[in-house]
């Protein structure tokens, strides 16, 4: 089975950047449709980003639209979020999350994946 590690969080004040990366442990990495999600204190986990197993398909949720991009690397099993123009709303937990599909498809929700990583703290401030 697929396990994720997300690495890159931290601090960084409004309107900085950073880059998250999340690896996985297998080859099969590339079978898989993967996203991003985030959870802030007293939130619920929400979608932020998504990806198609090629990467040819990708959605966003409109608050981070023009201000994060996800990527992949297939052939390095990673999995990218470069966000720029951050905003203390864009601060809590990120996740990333993977489920089995060759599809065009990227699901947008919790339920649409079965595989999670622990998640990296992400603190925007002044």
């Known amino acids: 089975q697929v396990q994720l590690v997300e690495s890159g969080g931290g601090l960084v004040r409004p309107g900085g950047s950073l880059r998250l990366s999340c690896a996985a442990s297998?080859?099969?990495?590339?079978?898989?449709?993967l996203a991003w999600f985030r959870q802030a204190p007293g939130a619920g986990r929400e979608f932020v980003a998504g990806?198609?197993?090629?990467?040819?398909?990708?959605v966003y949720t409109d608050s981070v639209k023009g201000r994060l991009t996800i990527t992949r690397d297939n052939a390095k099993n990673t999995l990218y979020l470069q966000m720029n123009d951050l905003k203390p709303e864009d601060t809590a937990v990120y996740y990333c999350?993977?489920?089995?599909?060759?599809?065009?498809?990227?699901?947008?929700?919790?339920?649409?994946?079965?595989?999670w990583g622990q998640g990296t703290q992400v603190t925007v401030s002044s």
């Open positions: 990806i198609s197993w090629s990467g040819s398909n990708t």
């Open positions: 297998e080859s099969t990495f590339r079978n898989y449709a």
């Open positions: 999350a993977a489920t089995f599909s060759r599809a065009h498809w990227v699901g947008e929700t919790v339920n649409d994946y079965e595989l």
